[in-house]
């Protein structure tokens, strides 16, 4: 009998001993239960699973191979369970986003790592396990497919401690090569896709009625994109996933993703400026439409979760103000902001790093809300105040209340998930700081690292 344990270890603001995010912001995440999954059926095995966004992992695991998830935030972490596994006897194996971006730092702290997307590695490494014959490294296949896959042991969910398990993947990729974003560094610009047929049948078999897909860009193949909204219309689902500003583009793309039942969608507008989208290379974004774009969205009866990033090397002292007085104007129904990170891999790490501007290589500061690059026209404690300020001013009731004008979801709702934004961004000073998890304790996975 093979004992398998899965961990998905978190950094102190995700993890559950008094973190900030309460069970109404959280959903649970994919990848442990995909895992679970995946292994072969012929292979007789107890497993565990432990998500520390929503509780403790223990130290005294009794098992055979242990496997983390690594992004790079939690890099660190993951690090650190994985040497006291280790000394304890276990065989420890890490994967995930970091360890696919920057293989030669996580390798000397596991027995084995896989790069890529495990699908085929992860069956075969445990084969090899059990042979007695394990590789140091597994890559993903390089014909890699999502169809005939087995469905994620939702079972194996605390459903009571998550506002939503109907979390659902119909593709993977994104074709774009926006500078700081690790997908194509990681997984390359091709396109992954699930059958249509298979996605829906995985929903109707949860009996869904409000669902999250966790794509990273769901309109990425447009042929795929309608024939994925209009098999979604019959099911009467309410949605909520992740798309470019491009959708705001394509009327009957919009019209349909609206009919399918999307209810919210998170779009990375990054940058209010030309020039500071062109720096990141994405500039198939138009600042001048972003307000035009919003009122399509609304009358769409789509919610946007609207992003944005700060440090770009063109901007100023001024972009803080400038960037929320826009949002507020523009009514984002739920607004975010992120410090620029360049996380390892990605071609913004690769050019700071050639400038001699990566200020700090501690993993656990690379969640999006630190600053570890000297940015270029304005000091590092500058960018650090300037993030703060504009999220305290987007979540202040009074720019609540006139955003909440042009909202197309219940004023409940929208109140909501504002309040819980407004609790996060007037502590950030206290729940950023690098010893803030000696204090207290703190959920996705792939997607948070790569929005």
């Not at 912001?25 to 999954?37: D, I, K, N």
């Not at 890099?75 to 006897?89: D, I, P, Q, T, V």
């Not at 309608?226 to 009327?251: C, H, Q, V, Y």
């Amino acid at each position: 009998m093979l004992r398998i344990c899965l961990l998905s270890p978190k950094g102190p603001l995700y993890r559950h001993r008094g973190g900030i995010f309460r069970k109404s912001l959280r959903y649970s995440p994919l990848t442990l239960p995909t895992l679970a999954a995946l292994i072969p059926p012929d292979i007789e095995h107890e497993l565990t699973i432990f998500d520390e966004g929503i509780e403790d992992i223990p130290l005294d695991i009794e098992a055979d191979i242990i496997g983390i998830t690594v992004i790079t935030g939690t890099a660190n972490r993951s690090y650190k369970l994985a040497r006291e596994f280790r000394s304890r006897g276990k065989t420890v194996v890490l994967g995930g986003p970091h360890v696919t971006l920057i293989p030669e730092d996580a390798q000397p702290h596991a027995d084995a790592i896989v790069t890529g997307y495990a699908e085929d590695t992860w069956p075969q490494l445990l084969r090899d396990f059990q042979a007695g014959c394990l590789r140091a490294r597994y890559e993903q296949a390089a014909d890699l497919s999502l169809a005939g896959r087995p469905t994620a042991r939702r079972d194996l969910i605390n459903a009571s401690r998550y506002a939503n398990t109907h979390v659902f993947e119909a593709t993977r990729g994104c074709v774009h090569r926006c500078e700081f974003c690790v997908v194509p560094s990681a997984w390359g610009r091709k396109p992954y896709q699930k059958p249509v047929g298979e996605v829906i049948d995985e929903i109707r078999a949860t009996g869904a009625r409000r669902a999250i897909f966790i794509d990273l860009n769901l309109i990425a193949d447009r042929k795929y994109a309608m024939e994925l909204f209009e098999a979604l219309i019959p099911l009467n689902l309410k949605w909520a996933g992740l798309s470019t500003s491009l959708l705001a583009r394509d009327d009957e793309l919009l019209d349909l993703c609206s009919r399918s039942g999307c209810a919210a969608l998170l779009v990375g507008f990054e940058s209010i400026t030309h020039s500071g989208l062109k720096g990141i290379q994405k500039g198939f974004n138009s600042p001048e439409l972003y307000a035009e774009w919003m009122k399509k969205f609304h009358s769409a009866g789509i919610a946007i979760n609207g992003t944005f990033v700060f440090g770009i090397d063109d901007h100023t002292q001024d972009v803080f103000e400038e960037t929320a007085e826009f949002v507020i104007d523009a009514g984002i129904d739920l607004p975010r902001f992120a410090i620029l990170t360049p996380f390892p891999g990605t071609p913004l790490f690769k050019r700071l790093e050639a400038e001699n501007r990566i200020s700090s290589k501690n993993w656990e500061l690379y969640d999006g809300q630190h600053v570890v690059f000297e940015p270029a026209h304005m000091t590092a404690e500058t960018l650090q105040a300037g993030n703060m300020r504009a999220w305290q001013k987007v979540y202040s009731y009074r720019s609540i209340a006139r955003r909440m004008r042009s909202t197309p979801v219940s004023k409940l709702l929208y109140l909501g998930a504002n309040m819980g934004y407004r609790f996060y961004a007037h502590r950030l000073d206290r729940f950023y700081t690098c010893d803030w998890h000696l204090m207290t304790g703190p959920a996705s996975d792939r997607s948070r690292q790569a929005v």
